[in-house]
């Protein structure tokens, strides 16, 4: 399948580079574009694509792939909106979009949204244990803690190549219009502390909500938010569950912690499941599922299966055999309605001003 990627920064270098070289049964990347023309070159050359562009519209207007892969920072959605008005297949990093209307905006076509977690073998085990438990009504609580360090620090070991060749008018103008995005889901007098909560929780947190998406379902109120510390600093996320009990996130952003981690223990009648995963950007780095049972007995399956690729294994078959992908332009949109929530609720808790799309959650 010939594919174009749009990005080519540190995810793209880290990850999609090696996999999409080691699966060139599935992919030919027959284009990359990047605003930076250094950073479109040094993926171009390692994944053998001659074509290379700093604007989406051109590359899409030449054409020549069925594919395109969206793996640039921020907002994708206008991007997403232009290829599949081009007929293109895609597959876009999360966050699909900051706005309910960049969704309500994209015309028809095949979308799937990328939350490699929800492809991580030791969940899809965690998901079919759970089920046979009796599923979402099963459930008692779901404890998430996150612990993240600097994303240098993560991908300290990628010897990455850095762009420094990108006008700073287009940078500013991108910022400009990722604040207004924001100003429009949030309204224009959000406060910094009311956008960050929104931004981290569109832009790291969705992992765990795509992962409530997969075990339990959107959670369709929001109980408390908390933030403390040095921003990002900390963030507290609790609710109810839409089935049967609660769920409660803990993310902290801690600069000069060793290494990710991320742990998420759904407690049930019966026992307990525990997943701990590593940090992203380590290939087929294991992650562990800890099964324990009433009778407190464990077992662990460590899964070294990398789910980036089954990620993209999927998009392929998607794309060729119509087999649908976990999250669609709807599950993307359930992870923007619950960050408004979660918005909506920090507001009210401290009496700060909120419009935009949130304001329909006060």
């Not at 991007?79 to 015309?107: D, F, I, S, W, Y």
């Not at 604040?179 to 007098?189: I, W």
């Not at 998009?315 to 332009?329: C, E, Q």
């Amino acid at each position: 399948m010939r594919i174009a990627l749009v990005g080519c920064g540190a995810v793209t270098q880290a990850v999609y580079v090696p996999l999409l070289s080691r699966r060139r049964d599935l992919f030919e990347v027959s284009a990359v574009c990047d605003l930076s023309r250094t950073l479109a070159d040094a993926v171009g050359d390692r994944l053998g694509a001659a074509r290379r562009y700093t604007s989406v519209a051109e590359m899409l207007a030449d054409g020549g792939f069925e594919a395109v892969i969206v793996l640039a920072s921020g907002s994708h959605g206008e991007t997403v909106r232009q290829a599949l008005a081009a007929g293109c297949a895609v597959l876009c990093e999360k966050p699909l979009a900051l706005t309910r209307a960049e969704v309500a905006a994209l015309p028809e076509g095949r979308l799937m949204v990328g939350y490699m977690k929800q492809y991580d073998p030791a969940v899809r085990r965690a998901a079919e244990l759970l089920a046979e438990l009796g599923g979402p009504a099963a459930v008692r609580s779901v404890e998430v803690t996150v612990l993240h360090p600097s994303g240098e620090s993560q991908l300290a070991f990628a010897n990455l190549t850095r762009a420094g060749d990108v006008d700073p008018g287009v940078l500013g103008s991108l910022r400009a219009a990722e604040d207004a995005l924001v100003s429009r889901a949030l309204g224009a007098d959000a406060p910094e502390a009311l956008r960050d909560v929104y931004t981290i929780s569109l832009g790291s947190i969705c992992h765990d909500l795509s992962l409530l998406r997969c075990f339990t379902g959107s959670p369709e109120e929001i109980s408390y938010v908390e933030t403390w510390g040095p921003a990002p600093g900390s963030v507290e996320i609790s609710g109810p569950l839409p089935v049967a009990g609660r769920f409660h996130i803990r993310w902290h952003y801690l600069d000069g912690y060793p290494a990710y981690r991320e742990t998420v223990a759904i407690h049930h009648t019966a026992g307990t499941l525990e997943l701990v995963f590593p940090t992203p950007y380590l290939m087929n780095a294991p992650t562990t599922l800890t099964v324990v049972s009433g009778a407190e007995t464990r077992a662990e399956h460590r899964q070294v299966t990398e789910a980036f690729e089954v990620q993209l294994a999927a998009f392929h078959a998607y794309v060729n055999d119509g087999s649908p992908p976990i999250t669609d332009a709807g599950g993307a949109l359930e992870d923007i309605v619950t960050a408004q929530r979660i918005a909506a609720r920090y507001a009210v808790r401290h009496r700060l001003p909120i419009g935009g799309e949130a304001a329909a959650w006060t």
